[in-house]
């Protein structure tokens, strides 16, 4: 690799389609029914796994919309197995069942994330837009189970779960998921629309990341919380020792001494159903299209990810924060609010 050249991210979030059997309040992707006409076709999809196969990237999650709704879902799956790239998929679950598991596993796919977003059916149902849903998923992560295939959940926090969340964690443990994976809701996609009373104030965030930092103690399974930086900050200043999982396991949680992710080398970032590449799937901006250069190139070659890589470039109290190199507070929300993805993430407590 040159020396000039920025080393790649560890994860590449690739959504396959925008098709999904579910209407998700907070869909990141604004998914739907029939999905969009606009998609990588399999060829294109092979032609980016050819590119990202020779990347050194650590992982590569197929996501979407719902991947199992795209009929050519397992041949993907199956050809970036084969190219050398450790893969995982993200689900809704519904469709997952023991036949669809054994597929799933022997595609090559190392892992899956489910999404529940409730303790309960009402409160993940009214959340997913769909009756039946919960129990769905949890039959999908039982198949899953089954046929030995590793699975965790991911699970939203929002205002109407936070008196949820250590049932749902407690759920994520008692199913065998081998991680709970808590995501900051950020008002992007149809969140804009659906989730603005939804979505955290600071007091909240701060209460609810440290209840999960002090679990994290005695929990026997990884929690990690995607879109809160600052959550490692307190893993870091209460000392956090887990009984149960290797310090080290908890060093590579999300942010851990890197702080936001979005376009980081070692850190992020995402291909849509079209091929538009974003820094982050909560950070939409658009860096450029895969049908016409490269993901390297683009990673390579990109001002907004250059100025993101930049922390002496954050503004307002971020800029000034003694924190900024280890957190940067979460970029994608700052845009949201501000249209400005150098500005000071509203959501921290800091």
């Known amino acids: 690799m040159n020396e000039k050249e920025v080393k790649p991210p560890f994860l590449v979030s ?4 925008t098709k999904c059997n579910l209407t998700c309040k907070h869909c990141y992707s604004e998914a739907t029914e029939d999905g969009a006409p606009d998609e990588l076709t399999t060829e294109e999809a092979h032609r980016l796994i050819d590119d990202l196969a020779g990347w050194g990237i650590g992982l590569l999650v197929l996501d979407g919309g719902e991947p199992l709704c795209r009929d050519d879902f397992l041949e993907i799956a199956s050809y970036a197995s084969k190219s050398g790239i450790r893969t995982g998929v993200g689900s809704n679950g519904t469709l997952i069942n023991e036949e669809m598991a ?7 796919v190392k892992s899956v994330a ?3 977003d409730g303790a ?3 409160t993940h149902d009214t959340f997913r837009g769909k009756s039946g849903s919960f129990h769905e998923a949890l039959a999908g992560a039982s198949a899953l189970k089954t046929v030995g295939l590793p699975f965790q959940f991911n699970m939203v926090i929002t205002k109407g779960t936070l008196s949820q969340i250590p049932d749902m964690l407690k759920l994520a443990v008692e199913r065998g998921a081998n991680a709970a994976e808590f995501f900051d809701l950020i008002e992007a996609g149809r969140a804009k629309e659906e989730c603005r009373d939804d979505v955290l104030d600071p007091g909240e965030r701060k209460a609810i990341m440290e209840w999960l930092a002090q679990a994290q103690v005695d929990c026997p399974i990884l929690i990690r919380v995607p879109a809160c ?4 900050l307190i893993l870091k200043q209460r000392k956090i020792r887990p009984k149960h999982i290797p310090m080290e396991m908890l060093r590579r949680v999300p942010y851990y001494s890197r702080g936001c992710a979005a376009g ?3 850190g992020y970032v995402v291909i849509r159903a079209n091929g538009e590449v974003n820094p982050c799937m909560l950070l939409q901006v658009a860096l450029g299209n895969v049908r016409e250069r490269s993901i390297t190139q683009i990673w390579q070659e990109s001002e907004v990810l250059a100025q993101l890589r930049s922390r002496e470039l954050l503004k307002g109290r971020c800029g000034e924060c003694e924190y900024k190199m280890e957190c940067a507070g979460c970029r994608g929300r700052a845009y949201e609010r501000t249209g400005d993805i150098l ?3 509203p959501g921290c407590w800091l």
């Open 102 to 108: 054994r597929k799933i596993a022997e595609s090559g």
């Open 343 to 345: 500005a000071t993430d």
């Open 14 to 17: 690739y959504s396959i389609t």
């Open 120 to 122: 309960n059916a009402e």
């Open 264 to 266: 980081m080398p070692f």
């Open 114 to 116: 489910i999404s529940i």
């Open 229 to 232: 930086p600052m959550y490692p």
